[in-house]
């Protein structure tokens, strides 16, 4: 079993910056895919940025050269650095894990990130 713990969310003005961390327990992050998806108000859940098991990083055009997802595999922590914070990515976003079935089996419970315009 895998938990995963999202912390860092929180209200911020536009032009901004957040650091989200999700924390995973029961499997090290080096050994699985990790992602961050977000999902609006009213709106579909939807994939962010994602880092494989040999480090390569991925991301949504959205979001492509502001936001930045690495991984500590010492504290077995995933974080998803947001620079130039728009409205538009006001959402919970949550961490997943795909430990070999080529799926995220694995869900946090969210966070929420709110940008003031």
């Known amino acids: 079993q895998v938990q995963l713990v999202e912390s860092g969310g929180g209200l911020v003005q536009a032009g901004g910056s957040l650091r989200l961390s999700c924390a995973a327990s029961?499997?090290?992050?080096?050994?699985?895919?990790m992602g961050w998806f977000r999902q609006p108000p009213g709106k579909e859940r939807d994939f962010v940025a994602a880092?494989?098991?040999?480090?390569?990083?991925y991301y949504a055009n959205s979001v492509k050269g502001r936001f930045t997802i690495s991984r500590d595999n010492a504290k077995n922590t995933v974080y998803l650095q947001m620079n130039s914070l728009k409205p538009e990515d006001t959402a919970v976003y949550y961490c997943a894990a795909d430990v070999g079935y080529n799926k995220y089996d694995y869900w946090g419970q969210g966070t929420q990130v709110t940008v003031s315009s």
């Open positions: 029961g499997r090290t992050v080096r050994n699985s895919r």
């Open positions: 880092i494989s098991r040999s480090g390569g990083t």
